[in-house]
T-cell receptor
């Protein structure tokens, strides 16, 4: 069981570039989420999904897109990178809704936008 | 709106000393409460959770937390800290209406030898 995997681990982008952060889980969890972690801010929810084909916005969705075509994968797309998107990004999955279930986190992607 | 406050940004304790990390929440109903730990360069791992019942909950790695409704608190404790406990600790409350977690800003724990 690999759990939750994220690629890449590190990425440097120039302003205006686009990219996709990959996330996959092998636990057959219905719920998946993307968070960003900034110093002194804790984790903030970007987007989440309650199952294949169903996504919704979290607290800080602007500048990001998601889709969920399979239960296993939940990629996060940055449409036009901005320096404000420099952050550490975590993907998480859970069997039940996150508010009442243990979430399993990936190791994170550290993104720098110059 | 629901919120979670962790008043201490950074705490340093000596190895072998006891530890208490504070967490206060704002939530109308009985909350779902969690403590997660993040070791350097790692993702978050669940330490323990409280949903209902006994207000003192036990978690992994020798941690426990006590839910006090009257104080809107869910403080994390450990009787004797080990150097490997150095990490960042996040308290979180489950937000039922949207189904998600709201995290506190975290407390970084340093352990002195």
């Amino acid at each position: 069981n690999a759990g939750v995997t994220q690629t890449p681990k590190f990425q440097v982008l120039k302003t205006g570039q686009s990219m996709t952060l990959q996330c996959a889980q092998d636990m057959n969890h219905e719920y998946m989420s993307w968070y960003r972690q900034d110093p002194g801010m804790g984790l903030r929810l970007i987007h989440y999904s309650v199952g294949a084909g169903i996504t919704d916005q979290g607290e800080v969705p602007n500048g990001y897109n998601v889709s969920r075509s399979t239960t296993e994968d939940f990629p996060l797309r940055l449409l036009s990178a901005a320096p404000s998107q420099t952050s550490v990004y975590f993907c998480a999955s859970s069997f039940g809704r996150p508010y009442s279930s243990e979430q399993y986190f990936g190791p994170g992607t550290r993104l720098t936008v110059t | 709106a629901q919120s979670v406050t962790q008043p201490d940004i950074h705490i340093t304790v000596s190895e072998g000393a006891s530890l208490e990390l504070r967490c206060n929440y704002s939530y109308g109903a009985t909350p779902y409460l969690f403590w997660y730990v993040q070791s350097p360069g790692q993702g978050l791992q669940l330490l323990l959770k409280y949903f209902s019942g006994d207000t003192l909950v036990q978690g992994i790695k020798g941690f426990e937390a006590e839910f006090k409704r009257s104080q809107s608190s869910f403080n994390l404790r450990k009787p004797s800290v080990h150097w490997s406990d150095a990490a960042e600790y996040f308290c979180a409350v489950g937000e039922r209406s949207q189904g998600n977690l709201i995290f506190g800003k975290g407390t970084k724990l340093s352990v002195k030898p």
